[in-house]
């Protein structure tokens, strides 16, 4: 029983995780998250390339802001 409880509680972890970073792509989104001056956009009648390059590096020194402060907060 204990492996298989372990696997439930994964498994609610993971849900938990998906709805917030649903609701993170939402609200970026609706903030122009996508469409940053960066962002390059190539395609043709039949074809088309998405390369977010601005909105990546936001996003990654955001969260690397984030993490850094949580992991100085829990003294690691």
Same mark, same amino acid.
């Given at each position: 029983m ?5 696997i439930?509680k994964a498994l609610?972890g993971?849900g938990i995780?998906?709805? %917030? #970073?649903g609701g !993170? @792509?939402w ?5 122009g /998250?996508?469409s940053l001056? &960066?962002d390059?956009?190539l ?5 088309g ?5 601005a909105?990546? %590096? #936001?996003?990654? !020194? @955001? ?6 402060? /949580?992991?100085r907060?829990l &003294?690691?």
């Amino acid at each position: 029983m204990d492996g298989l409880q372990g696997i439930g509680k994964a498994l609610v972890g993971a849900g938990i995780a998906l709805a %917030l #970073l649903g609701g !993170l @792509l939402w609200i970026g989104g609706r903030i122009g /998250l996508g469409s940053l001056p &960066g962002d390059i956009r190539l395609g043709g009648e039949r074809w088309g390339c998405y390369l977010p390059i601005a909105s990546s %590096l #936001l996003i990654s !020194l @955001l969260l690397s802001l984030i993490l850094g402060a /949580l992991w100085r907060w829990l &003294g690691r």
